[in-house]
């Protein structure tokens, strides 16, 4: 256990060293604080802790894995079998399995996901016969959704004069009836929803006092990651478990807070102090993962929130090369410059895929980059969310274009054929299909032969399945002589598919139409890139092959080395050694639907924090000229964001040998873009960044002369190469001082010494924790 607590510094080894009691490390990113939970779980089954005894709660269910394994490497896979980790979803539906009947419910449960809720809530709005435009099923889910988060029952609810009134004046009286009837199905059914995994738990620990005190006994110890996106009802839950033994450890940055939007409660993290008696707090300060110029970077960017906790993030880490920004004219270019720099990146320095992520604040970016990526071959993987084209509605606009060049196609026909509704119910499908395979033809061409054919539909039936054969067919007429990107945009227009979508009007929804404008986007693209090559034209077979060899080479997971793409919610708590921050625009990120206030501007400013630290050595920040946005070719404006950091710690590059258009002008890289905006600010009066270890001194000033449990003071030491390693070298430890190394035994990961050491005698110390410095 001694050598792997060497590879904790002093304020690290504080709260894993601590037993016993409530406890809180607030710390800024990459401080270890993931790492402190991993040791403290070690340490607590190296005191004799039963693993049996400990719940560990992380923000993603790899994040559990992956901490895991890590356990298991220090104390034995048999050893960290028991250990109970993972999400609170994951976590509490098993203990719902097994307390199910009690609730009155089966075991066997089912788990409705939110689509899944949704339509149950829009039937319900249908049988209820209530206006479906008043009633936006989407909406009336969300707002389920916090009611329950916020722990209103249905009783609650209608005992809550505020709620019922609120509702009332937004033109939803029956709001309250329809939570009802949802509640009722649901519990008919066997299922619960996501939200009901958090409720129901506090409903189970609330109401029966011997299950409360069976898990209060079982987990002696908790540990909670990314404490600061917790919403009420897991701080609740927490709270309850952990109060008989108060062997509570959480640790989180309130400057990572990124959730408020669905409803994290930052007080959580704030109140932790008030919740228990004689808690301890701890802070980290050296930074690991990050060099200089990231972290000083990220300090001068979070240093512009009012709202935040006085922290100190330095490190010893080299200062790295700047922050590379890089202005494209499109997106497309945007896409072409990240994996051409990807690439260039990886034939300079051998790296794999895996050292690489993009990140991006909505979705919808990620087309644009995936283009890109697999014209230059490069693997990548999209994470949340589906790849681009697995989207439903990308998917829903491909089966039209599908079924226009190949009406055979009936997967596509069947996905379509009522979709948007047109009234062509599922009982006509299935006479289609019987009567396909009765006259070994497609359905298309039973369509087409409905007069010939006895199908026993009514009249009206007949005329809307040909109404739908006339509409493919007419597109087909259109596609003897437009291109790729004119048809498809009538497609998504006269199909009433964008239409579909407009109505619904919630931000899913809104999602999805800026989906499918990406796509337009991206054939739009196609046809210009196969028209400037003289013998291509640029029709909608070319790009449907395009696209079906790309989802192809997709679903090929054979290897994992790939670049990782996601959305920068999604990155929390990770980290790479090459990070693209993409799209740092104006309106985009941050977001235009959050600068209305402050609080909401500082929660995407915590985003860009949360962004820019998953760096390890290098960060890449991109914005383009101008962007299509609802349709529309706009200006873009580059990121307050980006003016936000100091300018020590960027540099703008132009990469002129990835333009297809004109070459940005050498001499000006910012063309006619108004250089007022990008003369970067100097830092801001108040506390300068710092990343160097600070004097005590220093340190005081900027902790605020707050007294810190436990501040690092030891000397950052030197990380040795394994060669430099040979029996006879005399090393220093940070804890055992000097010593002699005796002799070497395994490889890689595994690798140890055992060495003399004049302060503590002979030990085998994990080279990759040691930390030795060669003297
Ligand atoms: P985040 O706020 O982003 O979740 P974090 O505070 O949880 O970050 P970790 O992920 O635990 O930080 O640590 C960041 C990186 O630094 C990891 O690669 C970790 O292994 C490494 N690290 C942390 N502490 C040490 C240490 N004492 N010695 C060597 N490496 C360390
Ligand atoms: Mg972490």
């Not at 807070?257 to 409803?263: E, P």
């Not at 010893?316 to 004219?329: E, F, H, S, W």
């Not at 995936?370 to 993987?381: F, G, M, N, T």
């Not at 259109?478 to 009433?496: H, I, P, Y």
Request: hydrophobic letters at 35%; a neutral charge.
């Amino acid at each position: 256990m001694e050598e792997y607590l060497a590879g904790l510094n002093d304020a690290q080894r504080a709260p894993v060293l601590q037993k016993d009691g409530p406890m809180i490390v607030i710390a800024g990113a990459g401080s270890g604080k993931t790492r402190v939970l991993t040791f403290r779980i070690a340490y607590l089954m190296d005191q004799g802790v039963d693993s049996f005894n400990i719940l560990s709660l992380t923000f993603t269910n790899k994040a559990a894995r992956e901490m895991k394994k890590r356990i298991a490497d220090i104390v034995g896979a048999s050893e960290a079998k028991n250990l109970w980790m993972g999400t609170f979803h994951s976590i509490f539906a098993k203990i719902l399995r097994i307390e199910a009947d009690k609730l009155g419910y089966p075991s066997n449960f089912t788990i409705y996901d939110t689509q899944d809720s949704q339509r149950l809530i829009s039937s319900v709005i249908k049988e209820m016969g209530l206006d479906k435009d008043i009633y936006k099923y989407k909406q009336v889910q969300s707002r389920i959704s916090s009611y329950k988060n916020s722990l209103i029952t249905v009783k609650a609810y209608f005992q809550n004069p505020e709620l019922v009134e609120a509702d009332a004046m937004a033109k939803r009286p029956r709001m309250g009836e329809i939570y009802q009837h949802y509640v009722d199905r649901c519990f008919k059914a066997g299922a619960m929803d996501f939200d009901d995994l958090l409720l129901k738990t506090n409903e189970l620990l609330n109401r029966f006092p011997d299950v409360l005190a069976k898990y209060q006994n079982r987990f002696r110890y908790i540990l909670v990651d990314e404490y600061q996106d917790t919403n009420h009802s897991q701080y609740l839950i927490v709270k309850a478990l952990s109060d008989k033994f108060q062997n509570i450890c959480v640790v989180g940055d309130d400057a990572q807070s990124i959730y408020a939007f669905r409803g994290a409660n930052i007080n959580n993290i704030l109140n932790f102090q008030k919740d228990y008696d004689n808690v301890q707090q701890y802070r980290l300060e050296q930074n690991y993962r990050s060099t200089k110029n990231i972290v000083e970077a990220a300090n001068s960017i979070i240093d512009k929130n009012k709202t935040k906790l006085d922290k100190v993030v330095w490190t010893a880490n080299d200062p790295g090369p700047k922050i590379l920004v890089n202005r494209l004219l499109t997106d497309g270019d945007e896409g072409r410059y990240v994996a051409s720099s990807i690439f260039e990146n990886q034939m300079q320095h051998q790296l794999t895929n895996g050292q690489f992520a993009i990140l991006y604040r909505t979705n919808a970016q990620s087309r644009a980059m995936e283009d890109a990526l697999r014209k230059r071959d490069i693997k990548y993987r999209i994470y949340g969310g589906l790849s681009f084209y697995q989207r439903k509605e990308i998917k829903d606009v491909l089966a039209y274009l599908r079924l226009i060049i190949n009406p055979k196609d009936e997967e596509a026909l069947k996905r379509v054929i009522n979709y948007p509704a047109r009234g062509i119910g599922a009982t006509t499908v299935d006479k289609l299909v019987v009567a396909a395979n009765h006259y070994d033809r497609s359905i298309f061409e039973i369509i087409e032969n409905l007069d010939r054919i006895n199908l026993k539909i009514n009249s009206g039936t007949k005329t809307r399945l040909e109404n739908f054969m006339n509409m493919i067919k007419s597109f087909q007429v259109t596609n003897q002589t437009s291109d790729a990107f004119v048809l498809s945009e009538m497609v998504a227009k006269n199909t009433g598919l964008l239409q579909e979508l407009k109505k619904d009007g919630t931000p899913e929804g809104i999602a999805r139409i800026e989906n499918i404008e990406e796509l337009l986007n991206g054939i739009r693209d196609f046809v210009e890139e196969q028209k400037e090559l003289a013998d291509e034209t640029g029709t909608l077979a070319e790009f449907l092959e395009d696209v079906a060899l790309a989802t192809d080479l997709d679903q090929d997971t054979g290897d994992d080395d790939r670049v990782a793409l996601m959305t920068i919610h999604l990155a929390k708590g990770l980290e790479f050694p090459y990070v693209y921050i993409v799209g740092m625009e104006e309106d985009l990120f941050p977001s235009g639907m959050s600068m209305n206030t402050r609080s909401e501007l500082e929660e995407e400013r915590r985003l860009f924090y949360v962004a820019l630290t998953r760096a390890e050595k290098q960060a890449y920040l991109t914005y383009t000229q101008s962007r299509y946005r609802w349709g529309k070719l706009v200006d873009a404006e580059p990121s307050r964001f980006i003016e936000e950091i100091d300018d020590q710690y960027l540099e703008y590059i132009t990469p002129v040998d990835t333009y297809r258009y004109k070459p940005l002008v050498d001499t000006d890289i910012f063309g006619d873009v108004d250089k007022s905006k990008l003369r970067l600010k100097k830092p801001i009066s108040g506390s300068p960044p710092v990343s160097h270890k600070p004097s005590e001194e220093q340190l005081r000033k900027l902790r605020k002369l707050r007294p810190v449990s436990n501040g690092t003071t030891s000397t950052p030491k030197t990380n040795l190469f394994d060669g430099d390693l040979v029996p006879g070298t005399i090393v220093e430890h940070m804890r055992f001082g000097k010593g002699k190394v005796l002799q070497l035994e395994g490889v890689g990961q595994d690798k140890k010494a055992e060495i003399n050491f004049e302060n503590g005698g002979i030990k085998k110390l994990l080279l990759r924790f040691a930390k030795l410095k060669v003297i």
